[in-house]
């Protein structure tokens, strides 16, 4: 069964306010050690939710929606081999998708690269079908740090969409990469949450 349009228009710069409950459901199963980074964290609403629960975490994103958010073009963090890069052994967002999801692959992949050094970890929250796509294989299945996928079983009531009775039409699913499980290799994990 395929999903149908959410007849929404889309929002410019792809700004979803990812509600509390989304990093909660996260939380419930990951761990992170170590300072935290949201690299397009809009509004904040992922940070708030870890520094909620006592993780030490901050946000990055082009064009910020809160002055507690770093006005920080995430593709040039760590790109000349910037010391602070390995501050965050951790990476957890909500990623701008842009055209054909193309952006959301390059917040993989650059998230990747700054982790992969220091052994970090990085999870993204993306559609429940993004990894089916053959061309993102090498992201996902074929990824040697791919380790989980949480499918949420509620659907995301966005915070700052107006929303339609009949409700969200989209499923979604925290993606975990973890370069730890790449070192010690085994099975990849699937479940369902909340």
């Known amino acids: 069964m395929s999903q149908k349009a959410s007849g929404y228009e889309r929002i410019e ?3 979803y306010f990812t509600p509390a ?3 909660e459901a996260l939380l419930s199963v990951e761990s992170f050690a170590g300072k935290v980074l949201d690299p397009g964290a809009g509004a904040g609403d992922i940070v708030r939710a870890l ?3 006592g993780l030490d975490a901050e946000g990055f ?3 910020p929606d809160h002055p507690s958010i770093q006005q920080r073009d995430f593709f040039a963090f760590g790109v ?3 010391i602070e890069a390995t501050f965050y052994p951790a990476i957890v967002g909500n990623p701008a998708y842009g055209q054909q999801g193309r952006l959301a692959v390059r ?14 970890k990085v999870a993204m929250l993306l559609r429940v079908d993004f990894d089916s796509a053959n061309g993102r294989r090498p992201i996902f299945g074929d990824h040697p ?7 949420l079983t509620k659907r995301i009531r966005w915070e700052n969409l107006p929303q339609s009775a009949s409700g969200p039409t989209e499923n979604h699913a ?8 790449a070192k010690r290799g085994g099975s990849r994990h699937y479940g369902y949450l909340p």
Request: proline share 2%; glycine share 10%; net charge neutral.
């Open 13 to 15: 710069g792809d700004k």
């Open 21 to 23: 409950w989304v990093t």
């Open 51 to 53: 520094v909620a629960r």
């Open 61 to 63: 994103d082009i064009s």
């Open 80 to 82: 000349s081999g910037e």
């Open 107 to 120: 917040f993989i992949e650059h998230a990747l690269r700054i982790t992969k050094p220091i052994g970090g």
């Open 145 to 151: 740090a791919f380790a989980a996928k949480y499918t």
């Open 174 to 181: 925290w993606y975990i990469w973890s370069w730890e499980h």
